[in-house]
């Protein structure tokens, strides 16, 4: 075991949307005496509430949640703060007493838990708004000369991602693939549960819950949004509120970006699942006829066999 490990394995939660992580994240916290963690890149913004599908004021009141509304939706939130409030909250609810338990939504976040991130670069608005300028195909020939590793990693049409490893090469002259070797993980013993379903059963359970979601309000929720927002910012290229904005910018009828936002959503489970896939260290749960406390009781189970 690693110098400086905690012995009792903290949980972390994760699966592609839908899958009821929240739920059994705050059954798993009422059994364990835990504090829940969200590890969510929309969920720390005030405001985004519908459409990211944010832990109630109820289920908030069961357990403690932290990392929920912490700011405004036209700052930038990434990874590093992440980490960084993550290091900070860990030893104050271990000081209580209580376990952490980690819900992940966003693979980056709990990456920078897990493996790490390297410091020191902190976004530039000014130069991802230049890039953003840029068509996608020439960002990615460049970033294909300047950090081959990296272009190798990410895919063609991930924007997001190529502008990132592109703001870094400008602003630090070396491949983010190289700093990312830096990385360390945080000092605890860390256990992941992947809560997963037939493909099937979890598209309809999508479409369900943007059907929901509609029903809740989350048109209304993004027009108060819209003329606060920008397209350079993380918050106005949430899925659920940048195909609602298209639609207010008049580029195509309210039923179109309903579908939109249903077809996106399943694309980008359909990407977790593809990046948790490759994680041999994830415990796999399948959820399918399985109740609440069935899947903590398996949690904890393995938990309790972890020495």
Known sequence: MRKGIRIQPIPI????TATGKSAVAIALAQRLNGEILCADARTVYVGMDVGTAKPTAHERALVPHHLLDICDPTEVYDAQRFRQDVSALIPSIQARGKRPIIVGGTTLYVQALTEGLFEGVSADRALRWKLNEVPLEQLYT?????DPQAALDIKPNDRIRITRALEVYEKTGQPISRLQLQAEPLPYAFKKFGLTLARTMLYERINRR???MIEQGLVEEARRLHPHLTPDLPAYKTIGYQELFEHFDGKCPLEQAIGNIKQ???NYAKRQLTWHRRDSAIVWID????????I???ICRCLNNIH
């Not at 959820?287 to 069935?294: A, G, H, L, P, S």
Request: glycine letters at 4%; zero cysteines.
């Open 13 to 16: 939660l994760l699966g592609p």
């Open 287 to 294: 959820v399918e006829r399985k109740i609440v406390d069935e």
């Open 296 to 298: 903590v009781v398996s």
């Open 210 to 212: 943007v059907d929901w």
């Open 264 to 266: 996106h959503t399943r």
């Open 142 to 146: 460049r970033l294909q000369a300047v």
